[in-house]
């Protein structure tokens, strides 16, 4: 049995400059890291050799690649050479909530695929494949943000070239501001899932068609530069005023990212006492993450929110990993 893990990701500014209809023009970056929340998928050989189980929110027992429904497995599949072999997929955060699980679905199975075949990689081109496999092969309209962040891990600044290249660079602060990072941003679970793809599918179309879009993301650009510089000298608070930023810009880029509800609990963690917050991936539904510089305020925002799941905000830094291999 193999056993692989990546993280998710949750992204502090930049968003939506990762999507190539933008990067490709002006390049763009992000500030992103991962948290100690997982997918992680078991592998192991089937009990009828010639098959392929797979075992996510549905059961799959096909003989070829091509039978298999789930897209990204039919996509990796098409890949390996690979039959007679047992999947089961688990993660401790549902999809549709914000922080990237698809990517971090795809990133963790082509490092479980290539394990299984003694096929060293770097982490790089487990990123980059996972780019291939959902932007190119399926045309999904995102961008490679996820991807990265989930193969690398970690509180890090990624640059998206023209030319497609994706540089990746370490926030380093003193332990105590990582410290400082973790405590005081609290994510909260809106309960409403959403389908990133058409969130963002408007907002890919809104950058090709409106200049105006453009601006906005050099803004969001410039947030994100801003951040890495505060960070590394160690203004953690910071954070606050460049998520509080961030929203507002964010908005901008599509109908779809927020609505009356979504406002309405963003307006009560800021009347709470947080300096700043966003809603979580594309937009629609998911985590909201705030930033709340102290202890008294932060059981202010807990009581704000006492009827919705909150989710402990661990930094990781270990990026997908082979937990276990018999």
């Known amino acids: 049995m193999i056993i692989s893990r990546a993280p998710f990701r949750v992204s502090f500014a930049g968003g939506g400059s990762d999507i190539p209809a933008f990067y490709e023009k002006y390049g763009g970056c992000v500030l992103s890291t991962t948290i100690k929340k997982y997918v992680y998928l078991t592998m ?5 050799r010639d098959d392929i189980s797979l075992k996510y929110s549905k059961t799959e027992n096909v003989h070829s690649y091509k039978e298999i429904e789930h897209k990204i497995f039919h996509q990796a599949f ?7 072999v047992e999947i089961a997929s688990m993660a401790d955060v549902t999809a549709g909530t914000g922080l990237g699980s698809s990517s971090t679905f795809t990133v963790a199975l082509l490092k479980l695929l290539y394990t299984y075949q003694h096929r060293y990689v770097s982490t790089y081109h487990i990123a980059k494949e996972a780019c291939d496999i959902e932007i190119t092969d399926l045309g999904n309209p995102i961008g490679k943000q996820d991807q990265f962040a989930a193969a690398f891990g970690g509180l890090k600044f990624y640059e998206f070239l023209p ?15 990582y410290k400082k990072l973790e405590d005081n941003c609290v994510m ?19 950058i ?14 410039d947030l994100a530069r801003d951040l890495k510089r505060h960070l590394e000298m160690n203004d953690v608070d910071y954070l606050g005023e460049c998520l509080a930023k961030g929203w507002e810009l964010k908005k901008q880029m599509a109908s779809t990212i927020t609505g009356g509800p979504i406002d309405e609990l963003y307006e009560k963690g800021i ?11 594309a937009g ?27 989710l402990p905000f661990e930094l990781d830094n270990s990026g997908v990993s082979i937990i276990y291999c018999d």
């Open 163 to 177: 030319n497609g290249f994706v540089k990746i660079e370490p926030i380093v602060m003193n332990p105590e501001s």
């Open 188 to 206: 909260f679970y809106t309960g409403i899932t959403h389908d990133a793809n058409k969130v963002l599918a408007e907002q890919k179309k809104n």
């Open 44 to 48: 192991h050989p089937a009990f009828n």
């Open 284 to 310: 629609g539904g998911g985590f909201l993450l705030f930033y709340v510089p102290k202890d008294e305020i932060k059981e202010n925002v807990r009581k704000a929110f006492k009827n919705y799941k909150e």
């Open 208 to 221: 090709e068609n409106d200049k105006k879009k453009d601006e906005i993301l050099l803004q969001m650009c």
């Open 78 to 84: 098409k890949r390996f050479d690979i039959n007679g």
């Open 271 to 281: 009347k709470a006492g947080a300096t700043g917050g966003k809603l979580l991936g």
